[in-house]
T-cell receptor, first 112, second 115 residues
Framework: SQKIEQNSEALNIQEGKTATLTCNYT??????LQWYRQDPGRGPVFLLL?????KEKRKERLKVTFDTTLKQSLFHITASQPADSATYLC???????????FGKGTHLIIQP | ETGVTQTPRHLVMGMTNKKSLKCEQH?????MYWYKQSAKKPLELMFV???????ENNSVPSRFSPECPNSSHLFLHLHTLQPEDSALYLC??????????????FGPGTRLTVT
């Protein structure tokens, strides 16, 4: 069966360090993979999209990698700040669909 | 107004009621989506519309009935819901369809409680 797995437990990181979040998928062959941020009680906010032929994508303090052989994406936040505390969602599509399938998300806590 | 708006933000309804959720996007997008987010579960895709035509129905029970009168508006009509339908209902839009090649813009959601 198809699965998208993210660390479901909270990830605690000290301010200023790099946070690394993992997204593993099974039985998908996505051409694109997306990352979103969600704060409590609010809708997800788009962060980054990476294509299957891109190994890495950067935006300010954010970096995403996409390894189609390992079926894994890593999401990095460098110089983390307490304001980065949120749930981060990995999403992709399968089988030519247009709607996104999301992982459960990783709750990131940046401690001052 | 900017982005994607949803009304109402909170809704409490009995199992025999009929209600509707409304979504409006001010981004000029062609595709719109309904998602359901329950506690402890990932977002679940419900419906996809492109240029007012439904393109995906993710095996959603018929007590949920979507309507898309134009590319800017999306409704979710609710009737005879069950308590397990209580969740956050999120609307989203994207520039076009594209198998995940376009980012999606989400509204703030409607928190639905079925009593």
């Amino acid at each position: 069966s198809q699965k998208i797995e993210q660390n479901s437990e909270a990830l605690n990181i000290q301010e200023g360090k790099t946070a690394t979040l993992t997204c593993n998928y099974t039985n998908y062959s996505p051409a694109y993979l997306q990352w979103y941020r969600q704060d409590p009680g609010r809708g997800p906010v788009f962060l980054l999209l990476i294509r299957e032929n891109e190994k890495e994508k950067r935006k300010e303090r954010l970096k995403v990698t996409f390894d189609t052989t390992l079926k894994q994406s890593l999401f990095h936040i460098t110089a983390s700040q307490p304001a980065d505390s949120a749930t981060y969602l990995c999403a992709l599509t399968g089988g030519g669909a247009d709607g996104l399938t999301f992982g459960k998300g990783t709750h990131l806590i940046i401690q001052p | 107004e900017t982005g994607v708006t949803q009304t109402p933000r909170h809704l409490v309804m009995g199992m025999t009621n009929k209600k509707s959720l409304k979504c409006e996007q001010h981004l000029g997008h062609n595709a719109m989506y309904w998602y359901k987010q329950s506690a402890k579960k990932p977002l679940e895709l419900m419906f996809v519309y492109n240029f007012k035509e439904q393109t995906e129905n993710n095996s959603v029970p018929s007590r949920f009935s979507p309507e898309c009168p134009n590319s800017s508006h999306l409704f979710l009509h609710l009737h005879t819901l069950q308590p397990e339908d209580s969740a956050l209902y999120l609307c989203a839009s994207s520039q076009d369809r594209g198998s995940g090649s376009y980012e999606q813009y989400f509204g703030p959601g409607t928190r639905l409680t079925v009593t």
